[in-house]
């Protein structure tokens, strides 16, 4: 059920036009003017209809307020002048009164669905580098963290982002940032496993000169460094007891005090928290602060395990692949089929970071143009034997194309290629065919067992 906020000065407008969308199942908010609208919090919902001329300031301002739910222009003044100044500033639409019922609907169905094709993309996210890089993937459970994404960003509400080590929560981060109104501010991320616990409370709130052996001089913590922008505090769950009331006290009354200091300052920040713990079971175990909890988890977005999003892994791998193929200045290599069967495949504990790991590499270790999965220090799951009647691919059978033959698993055409050649082919010959070094060619036959071809047998005499 989409939210509709109805913005017009005429009671008998607004009420004809509440009636005609809810009997079409849509939830609606009415206002009589921008002020109004301005209480409800225009943000909050789905679509905004608005008059054009209202009491007060126009219904355009919506546009503004109301960023980034689309604004539907009415107007009773259906001058094209009118209609293309409001487009201008950003209305997605306009209709002209007295309207017709039909039309309005389509419209309204038209507007709500492109909205929601729009919120279901992957968002834009600029790295610490400084490069815009998209994020990746299209399978349900992503096109939800990214409409979550879209309509969290900018209500400046605490985030909890909930996921496994790797599966990308500083990127989701990034992005909550970058969208949010705060996006000219810094964003100040935290890991808060990495810093010792005798460490954090000094790093997060600061200190005062002399305030411990060793402080020779005050410091500025980053929750501070994050006024008016966002603190991204990872592996949250990692907190020790202190610095959890003192974060408390930054959520509850927007105020720090630096280790040492009698002085109360006052910070304006939007946390967003990240954890692969289950905070709430450590909250009844005492171990994180249920107050805390609460506080932290006014927005969730959880984030898929690599494992779960099948139908993404190997867009991701190419998008990785391409990235360390330019770093390490070794642009044109690719996947062998058998090494995206085996990434397909694979359960990645480690999630995006182990792929990304893995596929660097490859990168480095491949000997030819295609990565093989030993080159990824991955095995190949194991393949049923061959019906002895299956017959054994031989070179004159077989395309030029090594990457056709990998129907076979890399280890059986290995195994089958050189079987069937060795007896006519030298070692450098089977390795310049197999498109691998010699030491290669040896190291795989050891491991797969494969025996060096015998001299002639001597006849019995």
Same mark, same amino acid.
């Given at each position: 059920?989409?939210?509709?906020?109805?913005?017009?000065?005429?009671?008998?407008?607004?009420?004809?036009?509440?009636?005609?969308?809810?009997?079409?199942?849509?939830?609606?908010?009415?206002?009589?003017?921008?002020?109004?609208?301005?209480?409800? *919090?225009?943000?909050?919902?789905?679509?905004?209809?608005? *008059?054009?001329?209202?009491?007060?300031?126009?219904?355009?301002?919506?546009?503004?307020?109301?960023?980034?739910?689309?604004?539907?222009?009415?107007?009773?003044?259906?001058?094209?002048?009118? #209609?293309? $100044?409001?487009?201008?500033?950003?209305?997605?639409?306009?209709?002209? =009164?007295?309207?017709?019922?039909?039309?309005?609907?389509?419209?309204?169905?038209?507007?709500?669905?492109?909205?929601?094709?729009?919120? #279901?993309?992957?968002?834009?996210?600029? *790295?610490?580098?400084?490069?815009?890089?998209?994020?990746?993937?299209?399978?349900?459970?992503?096109?939800?963290?990214?409409?979550?994404?879209?309509?969290?960003?900018?209500?400046?509400?605490?985030?909890?982002?909930?996921?496994?080590?790797?599966?990308?929560?500083?990127?989701?981060?990034?992005?909550?940032?970058?969208?949010?109104?705060?996006?000219?501010?810094?964003?100040?991320?935290?890991?808060?496993?990495?810093?010792? $616990?005798?460490?954090?409370?000094?790093?997060?709130?600061?200190?005062?000169?002399?305030?411990?052996?060793?402080?020779?001089?005050?410091?500025?913590?980053?929750? $501070?460094?994050?006024?008016?922008?966002?603190?991204?505090?990872?592996?949250?769950?990692?907190?020790?007891?202190?610095a959890q009331a003192r974060l408390l006290r930054v959520l509850q009354e927007g105020e720090i005090r630096k280790i040492g200091s009698v002085e109360? /300052?006052?910070?304006?920040?939007?946390?967003?928290?990240?954890?692969?713990?289950?905070?709430?079971?450590?909250? =009844?175990?005492?171990?994180?602060?249920?107050?805390?909890?609460?506080?932290?988890?006014?927005?969730?977005? *959880?984030?898929p395990p690599l494992r779960d999003r099948e139908d993404d892994i190997l867009e991701i791998a190419d998008a990785l692949l391409a990235k360390a193929?330019?770093?390490?200045? @070794?642009?044109?290599? /690719?996947?062998? @089929?058998?090494?995206? /069967?085996?990434?397909?495949?694979?359960?990645?504990?480690?999630?995006?970071?182990?792929?990304?790991?893995?596929?660097?590499?490859?990168?480095?270790?491949?000997?030819?143009?295609?990565?093989?999965?030993?080159?990824?220090?991955?095995?190949?799951?194991?393949?049923?034997?061959?019906?002895?009647?299956? =017959?054994?691919?031989?070179?004159?059978?077989?395309?030029?194309?090594?990457?056709?033959?990998?129907?076979?698993?890399?280890?059986?055409?290995?195994?089958?290629?050189?079987?069937?050649?060795?007896?006519?082919?030298?070692?450098?010959?089977?390795?310049?065919?197999?498109?691998?070094?010699?030491?290669?060619?040896?190291?795989?036959?050891?491991?797969?067992?494969?025996?060096?071809? =015998?001299?002639?047998?001597?006849?019995?005499?």
């Amino acid at each position: 059920m989409s939210r509709i906020l109805i913005v017009e000065d005429e009671a008998i407008i607004r009420s004809a036009l509440r009636r005609l969308l809810e009997r079409h199942d849509h939830e609606v908010s009415e206002a009589g003017c921008v002020s109004e609208a301005r209480e409800l *919090d225009p943000q909050r919902f789905d679509l905004v209809i608005s *008059d054009l001329r209202l009491p007060g300031d126009p219904g355009t301002d919506l546009i503004t307020l109301a960023a980034p739910v689309p604004v539907l222009i009415m107007t009773s003044y259906a001058s094209m002048r009118s #209609a293309v $100044e409001a487009l201008k500033l950003g209305a997605v639409d306009y209709v002209a =009164k007295p309207f017709d019922h039909d039309e309005l609907l389509e419209t309204v169905s038209r507007v709500l669905h492109q909205q929601a094709t729009r919120q #279901a993309e992957p968002p834009d996210v600029t *790295d610490e580098g400084g490069q815009q890089q998209t994020m990746i993937g299209n399978c349900p459970a992503m096109q939800t963290v990214y409409s979550r994404i879209r309509k969290t960003a900018p209500a400046d509400v605490t985030v909890l982002i909930q996921g496994e080590s790797g599966t990308g929560k500083e990127l989701v981060a990034r992005a909550l940032h970058q969208q949010s109104k705060r996006a000219a501010a810094p964003l100040i991320c935290v890991n808060c496993a990495a810093i010792p $616990e005798t460490l954090i409370e000094s790093e997060l709130f600061g200190h005062e000169k002399g305030a411990f052996t060793g402080a020779n001089t005050a410091r500025t913590g980053l929750v $501070e460094a994050a006024d008016h922008g966002t603190l991204f505090l990872d592996e949250i769950g990692e907190l020790p007891p202190d610095a959890q009331a003192r974060l408390l006290r930054v959520l509850q009354e927007g105020e720090i005090r630096k280790i040492g200091s009698v002085e109360t /300052r006052h910070v304006n920040v939007r946390l967003i928290a990240a954890t692969h713990r289950d905070l709430h079971t450590l909250s =009844k175990t005492g171990e994180f602060r249920l107050d805390l909890y609460y506080r932290l988890n006014v927005m969730q977005i *959880d984030l898929p395990p690599l494992r779960d999003r099948e139908d993404d892994i190997l867009e991701i791998a190419d998008a990785l692949l391409a990235k360390a193929c330019r770093r390490h200045d @070794r642009e044109g290599l /690719r996947l062998s @089929r058998a090494s995206r /069967r085996v990434i397909r495949d694979a359960p990645w504990p480690g999630n995006v970071r182990e792929l990304e790991n893995a596929l660097e590499r490859g990168v480095i270790l491949a000997e030819s143009h295609l990565i093989h999965p030993d080159d990824l220090g991955l095995t190949p799951p194991p393949r049923p034997a061959p019906a002895p009647e299956t =017959k054994v691919m031989t070179l004159d059978d077989s395309p030029e194309d090594d990457d056709d033959l990998e129907d076979l698993s890399l280890e059986d055409y290995f195994q089958h290629f050189v079987l069937e050649h060795q007896d006519q082919m030298s070692e450098t010959e089977l390795a310049q065919k197999l498109g691998i070094s010699r030491k290669c060619l040896w190291e795989r036959r050891q491991r797969l067992g494969i025996p060096r071809k =015998k001299g002639p047998r001597r006849s019995a005499g």
